[in-house]
């Protein structure tokens, strides 16, 4: 069901916009020529709030926590009240917790499951009638994706549930032009690691970790070429090769040793 957005405002909507990927996801499409608004959504205001100043477009400041029903409904009016012409949606919200089953508290467990999955399949499902042919959807994901992976379990779970839903969503959305991309990187330098460190140190180095800007430079690029899966790096290329071809238990052993580096 498509919302008629003809001579409507072209709106890129970007969550987790006050930190890390989105943030940069963000300053990148604010140079876009598809794009004449962003909307920012995450918790933090004054984060939010320093970002409009520095983009050189009109930005719309939502302030949501996109676990919250309540938070949801109004993204919803917003959009029903505006009618948008929303050529991006960018899902970057989203985080992971370090640990195991039972170090792990089931309430982060639970939250990692509304954020990662539930919140992402939400905002998608409401933002796609408001975007026409040549939309682009990127929905941030993780390498961790491609196989099970202990002391990240429920994190990884959640990254694959939705690979799974980005693949066929892509097929379903096939006939209106949209184009949607999982994006699957390795470590990034963001503040991912300083929120999964709290509920444990269970990998002690991040082996080539990128720059923000190069994986959503290569992001955009690999959305725009209609790829469903972005890896964006070397590393979650052969991860994502490996979790193909190779049994789950030998990845699994693989990343026991690597996280011990
Ligand atoms: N960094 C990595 O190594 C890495 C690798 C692969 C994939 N990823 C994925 O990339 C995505 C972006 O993460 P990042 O690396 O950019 O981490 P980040 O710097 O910690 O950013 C996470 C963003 O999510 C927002 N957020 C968290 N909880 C929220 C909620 N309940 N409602 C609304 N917004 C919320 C945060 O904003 P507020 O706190 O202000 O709400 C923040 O803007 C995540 O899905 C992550 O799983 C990260």
Redesign the pocket.
């Known amino acids: 069901m498509a919302v008629d957005t003809q001579k409507a405002t072209k709106v890129a909507i970007v969550?987790?916009?006050?930190?890390?990927?989105?943030?940069e996801f963000a300053r990148q499409l604010a140079k876009s020529d598809e794009v004449e608004e962003i909307w920012l959504?995450?918790?933090?205001r004054e984060?939010?709030e320093e970002l409009a100043r520095e983009l050189p477009c009109a930005t719309k400041i939502m302030c949501?926590?996109?676990?919250s029903a309540s938070d949801m409904d109004h993204i919803a009016a917003e959009l029903s009240k505006q009618k948008p012409n929303v050529t991006y949606l960018v899902s970057?919200?989203?985080?992971?917790k370090f640990g195991t089953w039972d170090t792990i508290p089931v309430q982060d467990n639970d939250?990692m499951i509304d954020?990662?999955c539930k919140?992402m399949v939400h905002i998608t499902t409401i933002v796609l009638p408001y975007m026409r042919r040549g939309s682009h959807v990127l929905e941030?994901?993780?390498?961790?994706a491609f196989t099970p992976l202990p002391h990240l379990n429920v994190?990884a779970a959640s990254?694959a549930f939705m690979q799974s839903y980005v693949r066929a969503l892509r097929w379903e959305v096939r006939g209106r032009g949209v184009c949607v991309t999982a994006?699957?990187?390795?470590?990034?330098?963001?503040?991912?690691?300083?929120?999964a460190e709290k509920t444990g140190h269970d990998v002690r180095h991040?082996l080539g970790?990128q720059k923000?800007q190069t994986v959503v430079r290569r992001s955009l690029l690999a959305n725009k070429c209609h790829f469903a899966i972005a890896t964006c790096g070397i590393g979650a290329f052969v991860l994502r090769i490996l979790g193909k071809f190779i049994p789950h238990c030998i990845t699994m052993a693989g990343w026991a040793g690597v996280r011990r580096l």
Request: aromatic letters at 10%; glycine letters at 12%; charged letters at 20%.
């Open positions: 969550t987790g916009a006050s930190s890390g990927m989105g943030r959504i995450a918790r933090r984060r939010l949501e926590d996109l676990t970057a919200a989203g985080f992971g939250a954020l990662n919140a941030i994901v993780s390498c961790s994190y990254k994006v699957c990187p390795g470590w990034v330098k963001t503040e991912f690691m300083q929120t991040y970790a923000p």
